[in-house]
């Protein structure tokens, strides 16, 4: 397999003052994907925390936050693909899609250098999606934007959330 071009995939990353426990949890629960989702599209989840490769859980979508295509109310199937215990975790999406797309989303974590917090690596991969799809010529649907917006959200929601336990 070769290496994604920058054409085929972004990358951002944030310090997060939080240690990398904590953020995983928000980032293998299904209702820690709504709470963090920048774009508007994820409206609610149903299904457990992921815990290791092939779990899967649905996540109901609304696409008019994007205002790109009029698809309305509908569910996707989250598929982990990639599962490291507090280090990695990345998935797929299966929804009505015949031939399904095969984008990836994910997170590393890694300890900041200054052991203040963990550095988060928020990453969206295309380069491996269905020859129709990369035809249609609609990557990325998600913009660099976004991805920075969901990882200041990731920080609001583990910080805030680590206050309240101390309280």
């Given amino acids: 397999m070769t290496?994604?071009?920058?054409a085929e995939r972004m990358d951002v990353q944030r310090t997060i003052p939080a240690d990398a426990a904590?953020?995983?949890?928000?980032?293998c629960d299904p209702h820690g994907h709504v709470a963090i989702d920048s774009s508007g599209m994820l409206q609610d989840a149903t299904g457990e925390p992921a815990s290791a490769?092939?779990?899967?859980?649905v996540v109901h979508m609304d696409r008019?936050?994007?205002?790109d295509y009029p698809l309305g109310r509908y569910d996707v199937t989250v598929e982990i693909v990639t599962f490291e215990q507090d280090r990695e975790i990345a998935w797929t999406i299966h929804g009505q899609l015949?031939?399904?797309i095969?984008?990836?989303?994910?997170?590393?974590?890694?300890?900041?250098?200054?052991?203040?917090?963990?550095?988060?690596?928020?990453y969206y991969d295309w380069s491996t999606i269905h020859p129709v799809w990369r035809e249609r010529n609609i990557f990325p649907i998600l913009q660099e934007g976004a991805?920075?917006?969901t990882l200041g959200i990731l920080e609001r929601t583990v910080v805030r959330a680590a206050r309240q336990n101390e309280a």
Avoid: M, W
């Fill in 102 to 122: 095969g984008h990836i989303y994910g997170y590393r974590l890694e300890p900041a250098a200054d052991g203040a917090g963990t550095v988060v690596t928020s």
């Fill in 3 to 6: 290496e994604p071009t920058t």
């Fill in 64 to 67: 008019e936050s994007l205002n």
């Fill in 53 to 57: 490769v092939g779990d899967r859980f």
């Fill in 147 to 149: 991805l920075r917006a």
């Fill in 98 to 100: 015949d031939p399904p």
């Fill in 22 to 27: 904590t953020i995983f949890a928000v980032l």
